[in-house]
């Protein structure tokens, strides 16, 4: 039904900083909870954000305190701001609904964190 599409990805250096952005096509998703999602080389995926309808956002350990998930209800806009980034973030960043759905995820956008 919905496939989404991120961006903003790319190779940066310790401590820097990404904007990553997040869309879709096929149907509305702003009245859903979304979430951010990563997976690293040789892991499983793993959540990084998510947000709530409301606005409610939780982090994991991993990235609490640098990372911020926020929507843009203009645009159905979901956006992951990373902050002092490390090499350990380094992995294929995707957004999908806060409940996600196996059919939804996209191809999502590299990270790569590098010194």
């Known amino acids: 039904q919905v496939q989404f599409v991120e961006s903003g990805g790319g190779l940066v250096q310790p401590g820097g900083s990404l904007r990553l952005s997040c869309g879709a096509s096929g149907s509305i998703f702003s009245i859903y909870g979304m979430g951010w999602y990563r997976q690293a080389p040789g892991k499983q995926r793993e959540s990084v954000a998510t947000i709530t309808v409301g606005g409610s956002t939780n982090y994991a350990d991993s990235v609490k305190g640098r990372f911020t998930i926020s929507r843009n209800s203009a645009n159905n806009w979901v956006y992951l701001q990373m902050n002092s980034l490390k090499p350990e973030d380094t992995a294929v960043y995707y957004c999908?609904?806060?409940?996600?759905?196996?059919?939804?995820w996209g191809q999502g956008t590299q990270v790569t964190v590098s010194s």
């Open positions: 999908n609904y806060r409940l996600y759905r196996d059919d939804s």
